[in-house]
C-alpha cells in the first residue's frame, strides 16, 4: 500500500512528498523506495540473491536529472573511483577525466574546461592531496566563477576549517567511511540541491593550462644540488605515483633518472632501487 503524504519513512525519516515512493508495512511501519535499495545493496553485498531483480540501481530512481563533473586528485583514485561507482549506483550522470599524467596537451584541458561549463553539479573529491593540485584548484576556481552548484566530499582527512572560499559553499558531505549512513546522506544531498543559476555574462575566462606535472618533476631531479629533504620528497612522489598504472613508463624513466644523481644518500638510493625493481615486476606483469 502506498502511504499518504503527511507519513514518513520508518528508517530515513523522510516524509512520503520528499522520496519517490512510500510503502506502508502495517499500520505504523512505512519504508521509502531508497532505504528498499540500500537493504537490496546490503543484501546483494552479503552475497544474497533475489529472484527476479537485476540490480539494486533501480530503486533510488532518478535521483538527479544532469551531469555531474568529479574533480579530484589522481592519488585518492580508489576511494574517488568507489564514489564514481555510487553515484552511478544513484543513476546519476557522473564525468571524470582519466587523470593522470596531465600530458594531454591542450586539447585535453579544453574538455575538461567543457564538461565544467556543462555540468549541473560540480562535485570536489576533498582530500589533503586534491587541496594540494594545481589542476583540481584551477577546476573549482573556474566552477564558482560559472556560479556552479559546487558540493565538496570529504574523501580523506581535511581539516575543514581550512577550506578555500570556493568550496565553502551549501554544505560538504563526509564519505571518507563509504557507510550506508553516508550513502543516504548523499543521495539526499544530491536530492536537495537548491536550484541552478544561469552562467554569467560575460563568461568568465578559460584558466590557463597547469604546467605539467611530469615536466616539473624533471626540472626538479635534474636541479644542481638537491637537500636530503627534496630527495625524499621526490622519492615519496615517484612511490605515491605506483598507484596509478598508466604512468609507470614515466615513473620509471624519472626513477631512473634520480639514480643517476652523485648526490643521493644512501637511504634515498636504497628506496629508488626497490621502486625500480617494484617498477619491474609491475611492468612484467602487464
Ligand atoms: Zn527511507
Avoid at 530503486?59 to 555531474?68: A, E, N, Q, V
Avoid at 622519492?235 to 643521493?264: H, N, V
Wanted: hydrophobic content about 40%.
Amino acid at each position: 500500500m502506498v502511504a499518504k503524504s503527511m507519513e514518513s519513512c520508518s528508517f530515513c525519516k523522510r516524509s512520503a512528498n520528499d522520496v519517490l515512493l512510500l510503502i506502508q508495512a502495517d499500520a505504523l511501519i512505512y519504508i521509502c523506495n531508497d532505504c528498499v535499495g540500500l537493504c537490496v545493496r546490503l543484501l546483494d553485498e552479503k552475497g544474497y540473491v533475489i529472484p527476479g531483480y537485476i540490480n539494486s540501481n533501480s530503486f533510488y530512481g532518478k535521483i538527479f536529472s544532469g551531469t555531474i563533473f568529479l574533480s579530484y586528485s589522481s592519488q585518492n583514485r580508489s576511494q574517488v573511483l568507489s564514489l564514481a561507482t555510487d553515484l552511478q549506483n544513484m543513476n546519476c550522470e557522473t564525468w571524470l577525466d582519466q587523470r593522470l599524467a596531465y600530458q594531454g596537451g591542450t586539447n585535453w584541458w579544453v574538455a575538461i574546461t567543457e564538461h565544467i561549463k556543462s555540468c549541473d553539479l560540480f562535485i570536489f573529491a576533498l582530500s589533503p592531496q586534491s587541496l594540494k593540485s594545481q589542476p583540481c584548484t584551477l577546476e573549482y576556481r573556474y566552477a564558482s566563477a560559472l556560479k556552479k552548484r559546487i558540493l565538496p566530499i570529504l574523501v580523506s582527512d581535511v581539516d575543514i576549517r581550512y577550506l578555500p572560499l570556493e568550496l565553502q559553499t551549501i554544505q560538504f558531505i563526509d564519505y571518507r567511511q563509504q557507510s550506508k549512513h553516508e550513502f543516504m546522506n548523499l543521495i539526499m544531498c544530491i536530492r536537495n540541491l537548491p536550484d541552478p543559476q544561469p552562467l554569467p555574462n560575460p563568461l568568465p575566462l578559460i584558466p590557463e593550462i597547469p604546467i605539467d606535472v611530469i615536466s616539473l618533476m624533471i626540472q626538479r631531479i635534474t636541479l644542481k644540488e638537491i637537500s636530503h629533504e627534496a630527495q625524499k620528497a621526490i622519492t615519496r612522489e615517484l612511490e605515491d605515483w605506483l598507484e596509478i598504472p598508466e604512468r609507470i613508463t614515466e615513473i620509471y624513466s624519472l626513477t631512473e633518472l634520480m639514480l643517476k644523481r652523485s648526490d643521493l644518500t644512501i637511504i634515498v638510493a636504497e628506496r629508488l632501487t626497490r621502486l625500480k625493481a617494484d617498477l619491474h615486476t609491475i611492468q612484467d606483469k602487464s
